[in-house]
């Protein structure tokens, strides 16, 4: 049976997963079935087993799913483990395994296209979901110095912080205490206000000139967090766009065992977006 990969989330009409996969499978010379498929929570597994019966051998998840698949799994990467979270589920015989490659991809991005090192550095995150779940543990593996994690629930935001268990550098705050806070060097939107079209109604004083403001979305759904930032003055802004291709080179990798080269898929994508504009 022909292998077949997908992308399951809802919405999902507007993934560039299938083209990104696409274009990766023409640098190696492999033939990729990848398709998207819309799944509410509901029915998640239902479509994942006829996916597997279908030949599927490998998938992403994106929203609403992570916590869906992790469950799916039958066996979890040590990195999937720690965070809680699955955007990578690999087929292993009958069975699932499930891996994070949301966290590799947010640093590498971070690194080759932003030069923003997290050693050291006041970190703001916002959000408590699967991909804030995978960025927070990446921000503390990779040496943040101080990282703020708010969320409009703020016993996820506690929960969170508690299942990182450093007390030194992580701590949980609510959305409204953010008005009295100094800026960060890093300011993370991993919440879902941007796909619901929602306002974070943050302040604009968390902006320093050398701030960087990233958005774990891309067009439409990082507007809302990209307009504050301008309007904050921010000077470094940016959509996740770069860790979306990041993170499927890492899954590429796991499924199909070579590591493409993003930069090109990167341009051609940032180039889409923007004549889609």
């Given at each position: 049976m022909h292998p077949r990969y997908a992308v399951f989330g809802q919405?999902?009409?507007?993934?560039?997963s299938p083209s990104i996969h696409a274009a990766f499978?023409?640098?190696?010379?492999?033939?990729?079935d990848y398709r998207a498929i819309e799944s509410s929570r509901e029915e998640f597994a239902h479509e994942l087993s006829d996916f597997a019966r279908a030949?599927?051998?490998?998938?992403n998840v994106t929203l609403p799913l992570k916590e869906?698949?992790?469950a799916a799994c039958a066996e979890l990467s040590e990195r999937a483990r720690r965070c809680g979270s699955v955007n990578t589920l690999l087929r292993h015989g009958d069975l699932w395994r499930g891996d994070s490659?949301?966290?590799?991809g947010l640093l590498r991005d971070l690194g080759s296209r932003h030069?923003?090192?997290?050693?050291?550095k006041r970190i703001l995150l916002l959000g408590a979901g699967g991909a804030a779940r995978a960025a927070a543990f990446a921000f503390t593996d990779g040496g943040a110095g101080d990282l703020v994690i708010a969320n409009r629930t703020h016993a996820r935001a506690q929960a969170l912080a508690a299942a990182i268990g450093d007390g030194t550098r992580v701590r949980s705050c609510d959305m409204s205490d953010l008005e009295a806070s100094a800026a960060f060097d890093l300011i993370v939107n991993a919440s879902a206000a941007g796909h619901a079209e929602e306002a974070l109604g943050l302040p604009r004083t968390l902006v320093s000139p050398e701030t960087l403001c990233y958005d774990l979305s891309y067009a439409k759904a990082a507007?809302?967090?990209?307009?504050?930032a301008n309007s904050a003055r921010a000077t470094r802004v940016s959509d996740g766009l770069g860790m979306?291709?990041?993170?499927?080179a890492e899954s590429f990798m796991l499924w199909h065992g070579t590591r493409p080269d993003t930069a090109p898929v990167y341009a051609e994508q940032r180039a889409r977006l923007v004549s889609s504009l």
């Open positions: 919405p999902i009409a507007h993934s560039l499978g023409a640098q190696a010379g492999i033939a990729v030949g599927g051998r490998g998938a869906d698949a992790l490659t949301d966290g590799v030069s923003f090192d997290p050693r050291g507007r809302a967090f990209i307009d504050w979306l291709v990041e993170q499927a």
